[in-house]
């Protein structure tokens, strides 16, 4: 069993900077694909970005140049740094991991998720 808990949400000012941490269980951490997803209120789950056990990252478009993902292996954690946050962006910010092999880019790929965590960015 995989089990995720973020943390670091909280309500910011449109501009600020935010870091969201993912506490991972078990030994497989190190092994798994590891994303980030925002979901909006009234609005469908969406990718953020992701970071792979090599340590390429891959970002969406509208995050890119502003978000970083990093993963400190040691500590279990990932680690989801956001810069110039906009109001729009407001949102409960989960963590998941996919097993090796499977299509970053599916929902479905991802067996494991966290609780999410709130960011409330304010204009």
């Known amino acids: 069993q995989v089990r995720l808990v973020e943390s670091g949400g909280g309500l910011v000012q449109a501009g600020d900077s935010l870091r969201l941490s993912c506490a991972a269980s078990?030994?497989?951490?190190?092994?798994?694909?590891m994303g980030w997803f925002r979901q909006a209120p009234g609005k469908e789950r969406q990718f953020v970005g992701i970071h792979w056990s090599t340590g390429n990252t891959y970002y969406a478009d509208s995050v890119k140049g502003r978000f970083t993902i990093s993963r400190d292996n040691a500590k279990n954690t990932l680690y989801l740094e956001m810069n110039s946050l906009k109001p729009e962006e407001t949102a409960v910010y989960y963590c998941?991991?996919?097993?090796?092999?499977?299509?970053?880019?599916?929902?479905?790929?991802?067996?494991?998720w966290g609780q999410g965590t709130q960011v409330t960015v304010s204009s």
């Open positions: 998941a991991a996919a097993p090796p092999g499977r299509d970053f880019r599916s929902f479905y790929a991802y067996d494991y």
């Open positions: 078990g030994r497989t951490f190190s092994t798994y694909a």
